[in-house]
């Protein structure tokens, strides 16, 4: 059984074929989602997805997103994530994060990242967390801002940027991106990170895997992409596909606590 535990199922490019697209899923093997949200409004369809097709989900405010939010979203997201405690799919705070694109108001996503942080150290619940340049600024507001750990969502850091996140309870996740052998970082990390330091993740529709972009175009990535992304990260560390799946499944869980009765329902 593969976890997906990034995966944008809410997302529009999903709306005409959803169903399908976890048909797909389920028949290489992947068998749970978690699906991140980018803004408050997001929060209600994800959790609605989730319940019909018995995955999991995260509240959050993605940083690429925010530039029509207002402060007040924050407070929006505090109500809904403690009345989402009682539901048992909801497993996160995210996706949230600090991404150091040209023109992004920087101040401005900081502020937003700490605000959340502080609403997932409240509710003591772990953080999904988007990075993109940004892992030194990132650290610097969870060594201020302490959470109970959770998902470094896309990691291409250093290793010792990799160190400090998992020695902060951190699991980096491994998507799409390993795939090209011009990846040669996330290829080395991917290959000698630790067995309990890693989870599996496709972002779709977003972060296509080399076999994605063809001479016709970049197409969607789909949560069923997670069955070819293990083998190559399998082939990468050396094990087998099954000591893979069961490594996955225990860092998801030990990331995403809430995660562990879900699955076990389903075994």
């Known amino acids: 059984m593969w976890i997906d535990t990034h995966c944008h199922l809410d997302a529009d490019e999903f ?21 991140p949200t980018g803004r ?4 209600a369809k994800a959790s609605a997805i989730a319940h019909q097709y018995r995955f999991a ?9 925010i530039s029509d939010a207002a402060e007040e979203d924050i407070e929006r997201l505090r109500d809904a994530a403690r009345e989402a405690l009682d539901d048992a799919c ?18 401005r996503q900081e502020w937003f990242f700490r605000e959340q942080l502080r609403v997932a150290r409240d509710l003591g619940m772990p953080v999904i967390v988007h990075v993109r340049r940004s892992a030194d600024l990132l650290l610097k507001h969870l060594r201020r801002i302490e959470v109970p750990g959770g998902i470094i969502h896309a990691f291409n850091g250093s290793t010792q940027q990799a160190d400090q996140f998992i020695a902060r309870g951190f699991m980096l996740g491994f998507g799409g991106s390993l795939t090209y052998s011009g990846s040669q970082r996330i290829r080395r990390h991917a290959a000698s990170l630790s067995q309990q330091a890693f989870v599996l993740e496709t972002d779709a529709p977003y972060i296509a895997p080399e076999w994605r972009r063809t001479s016709h175009g970049v197409e969607r990535t789909e949560p069923a992409d997670l069955a070819r992304i293990a083998a190559e990260f399998a082939l990468l560390r050396g094990i087998r596909s099954d000591d893979l799946a069961h490594a996955n499944r225990r860092n998801a869980v030990t990331a995403l606590p809430r995660l562990a009765p879900m699955l076990a329902s389903g075994d």
Not at 57 to 65: C, E, I, T, V
Request: proline fraction near 4%; charged fraction near 25%.
């Open 15 to 35: 709306d005409s074929d959803r169903d399908a697209v976890v048909a797909r899923a389920r028949d290489a093997g992947v068998t749970m989602l978690v699906v």
């Open 40 to 43: 408050v409004d997001d929060i």
């Open 57 to 65: 989900y995260a509240a959050g405010m993605h940083p690429l997103w």
């Open 90 to 107: 909801f497993v996160a705070i995210g996706e949230i994060g600090i991404d150091l694109v040209e023109g992004i108001d920087v101040p």
